[in-house]
């Protein structure tokens, strides 16, 4: 039994997604992605990933929308939830901190945004529109962006993450009263896609 188990744990690290204990949230999930450190010819790359500052522990809303779609929550296999939105909406910094990824990601992800708060991190993917650059300081609620479905997207939404500097994965419902909502948006009149973000 042990070594079967030993073997589940070796394959889940091997594929790059393993799970972890961590001190709060609970569960969090660790994610060895490659778009952050094989990506530096995507236009969104920021050279010497200047640091940043701002977490307080606290989330704001990303959108004006609450509504996340019940089966791309956050899971292992998708370390991030969908916040649901039509095309062309406000997105806002989650905390302050400094932008250390704006521009477009080739491994799905779109046009993308990542935000340093010191010892958090905030991701915001499939972007219609960046309005901010690398290195800039952008306080808790400033415009960032619009929504929109660019990159490995089926539907109008905003992915969104929260992870620490060692890549782990929280679960944004934590600090949000996150509105699950099913499958079909009616919104968007898009059945969602399980192959795509």
Request: hydrophobic residues 40%; positive net charge; contains cysteine.
């Amino acid at each position: 039994m042990k070594k079967l188990v030993l073997v589940f744990l070796l394959i889940l690290f091997t594929s790059g997604i393993a799970l972890a204990q961590g001190p709060v949230p609970q569960e969090p999930i660790l994610s060895i992605d490659p778009f952050y450190d094989l990506s530096v010819y995507d236009t969104g790359y920021c050279p010497g990933r200047p640091a940043g500052w701002g977490w307080n522990g606290r989330l704001s809303w990303p959108t004006d929308s609450h509504d996340v779609l019940e089966t791309r929550a956050f899971r292992l296999g998708h370390p991030a939830i969908d916040i649901l939105a039509e095309n062309g909406s406000e997105v806002r910094a989650a905390a302050t901190g400094k932008v250390i990824w704006a521009g477009y990601n080739t491994w799905g992800y779109g046009n993308l945004i990542i935000l340093d708060h010191g010892s958090f991190r905030t991701l915001y993917a499939h972007l219609d529109t960046i309005t901010v650059s690398c290195g800039r300081t952008v306080t808790r609620g400033a415009h960032i962006g619009t929504t929109g479905r660019s990159g490995q997207s089926s539907f109008n939404h905003l992915h969104f993450e929260v992870m620490k500097r060692n890549l782990y994965r929280y679960d944004p419902c934590r600090w949000l009263q996150c509105n699950l909502v099913p499958e079909v948006y009616p919104a968007n009149k898009v059945r969602w896609n399980s192959s795509l973000h």
